[in-house]
């Protein structure tokens, strides 16, 4: 028989009988169950409904304008497929439903909110999602304690920020120059367009963005205060997202760099030298795998070291990113300084090496282009610390 497969039918899209491919939200189904598809009389969207014994899991359709999804089923004896459309659904527990139900009634349930997506992270969520409930539940003890760490982390964490950046930025000459080469993204010097110069693949690498393709979704389907991310800013930047009717690839491509950005932030605030058992991402270990090798020193013997190099080549990183998902290729100095602990100043002087600037009168950072950049002031430079 020949090898080559051959397409005997497509199915229209058109077909009202479409199969519908279900994904549940924190597991999936382990028994038998009922399925059921309802729509709404006021504004026609579809509902899917499986019911699992005395669980409900509903969520609608995702239908999307960009593309359409297919599966091919082949008859092995004709070495034939049929490609048929197919729709697909992420469900989740009705009972954060019932939860907000029952909260506007203001009747206490036997589970707060909280308590609630504890269990189900516990039940049904991963290694990473068991071990962040167990901190979380270790952490509520005497507030006092709580509160007199968080002191000395922020204490701590200023200290640090003395100690590596002692504002000693000296004459600019051919080894500062070699050393931002090192620090900084890859960048288009004669771009004519702002949107040219960054390509997103030489800030992350193609490899791991097709990777985290699973992992996308699932941030996207998750609600934000399930999300494992305390980032205010990246919290904010994936609530518009979520909010969105329609998503785009853009969208899901972005969510991949907030991801990657909550990672970068762990290993700025890290005070650790030794990168190889840290945890720097709860969502996945494909992006700290990636961040260790990238941005260990290579000037130290020891693999997955943290040394201030590594601070600032995580610095501008995570400034390209953050204008990379902005629409208008901008962000707030003042929101980048609470996220990453460091002071304005420091900011503005790692957004100035990757072509940001702030705008007159403002504290906002806006991508240029190379050509239109002043070069570093002479007095200043940045260098590798012993």
């Given at each position: 028989?020949?090898?080559?497969?051959?397409?005997?039918?497509?199915?229209?899209?058109?077909?009202d009988d479409q199969p519908i491919l279900l994904k549940f939200q924190n597991g999936s189904l382990g028994g038998p169950a009922d399925f059921t598809l309802v729509e709404s009389k006021k504004d026609k969207r579809k509902r899917a409904a499986v019911v699992a014994g005395e669980q409900l899991y509903t969520g609608e359709l995702q239908d999307n304008e960009q593309f359409d999804t297919y599966i091919c089923l082949r008859?092995?004896?004709?070495?034939?497929?049929?490609?048929i459309p197919v729709q697909q659904a992420l469900l989740s527990n009705n009972v954060y439903q019932k939860l907000a139900e029952k909260e506007k009634e203001k009747v206490l349930p036997m589970l707060t909110k909280e308590h609630a997506a504890k269990k189900l992270l516990k039940e049904f969520g991963g290694r990473k999602a068991s071990r962040l409930v167990d901190n979380r539940e270790k952490m509520m003890v005497n507030v006092e304690v709580v509160r007199q760490d968080l002191d000395e982390t922020v204490q701590g964490g200023g200290q640090n920020e003395n100690e590596e950046d002692d504002g000693t930025l000296a004459d600019v000459n051919t080894s500062n120059?070699?050393?931002?080469?090192?620090?900084?993204?890859?960048?288009?010097?004669?771009?004519?367009?702002?949107?040219?110069?960054?390509?997103?693949?030489?800030?992350?690498?193609?490899?791991?963005?097709?990777?985290?393709?699973?992992?996308?979704?699932?941030?996207?389907?998750?609600?934000?205060?399930?999300?494992?991310?305390?980032?205010?800013?990246?919290?904010?930047?994936?609530?518009?997202?979520?909010?969105?009717?329609?998503?785009?690839?853009?969208?899901?491509?972005?969510?991949?760099?907030?991801?990657?950005?909550?990672?970068?932030?762990?290993l700025i605030a890290l005070r650790s030298r030794q990168m190889?058992?840290?945890?720097?991402?709860r969502i996945t270990e494909k992006i700290e795998n990636d961040i260790r090798h990238r941005f260990e020193d290579p000037n130290v013997a020891k693999s997955c070291t943290r040394t201030n190099y590594s601070t600032e080549k995580a610095l501008t990183h995570f400034i390209v990113l953050a204008l990379l998902i902005s629409d208008k290729h901008?962000?707030?100095?003042?929101?980048?300084?609470?996220?990453?602990?460091?002071?304005?100043?420091?900011?503005?002087?790692?957004?100035?090496?990757?072509?940001?600037?702030?705008?007159?009168?403002?504290?906002?950072?806006?991508?240029?282009?190379?050509?239109?950049?002043?070069?570093?002031?002479?007095?200043?430079?940045?260098?590798?610390?012993?």
């Open positions: 028989m020949d090898d080559k497969t051959v397409v005997e039918t497509v199915c229209s899209h058109q077909h008859n092995k004896s004709t070495n034939k497929v049929q490609v120059e070699e050393y931002l080469a090192s620090i900084v993204p890859k960048f288009d010097k004669t771009a004519t367009k702002i949107s040219e110069v960054f390509d997103v693949e030489d800030v992350v690498p193609a490899n791991l963005l097709q990777r985290l393709e699973e992992e996308a979704k699932v941030v996207y389907g998750t609600p934000l205060e399930q999300l494992p991310i305390e980032s205010e800013y990246l919290r904010g930047c994936l609530k518009a997202i979520q909010d969105k009717e329609i998503t785009s690839k853009q969208d899901f491509l972005n969510i991949k760099l907030i991801i990657y950005m909550d990672a970068l932030q762990s190889k058992r840290v945890e720097l991402s901008e962000v707030d100095v003042n929101v980048l300084s609470r996220t990453l602990r460091t002071t304005k100043e420091r900011i503005k002087s790692y957004a100035h090496v990757v072509n940001a600037r702030p705008k007159a009168r403002s504290d906002v950072l806006t991508l240029r282009l190379p050509s239109t950049v002043p070069a570093l002031a002479k007095s200043r430079r940045f260098q590798r610390k012993k």
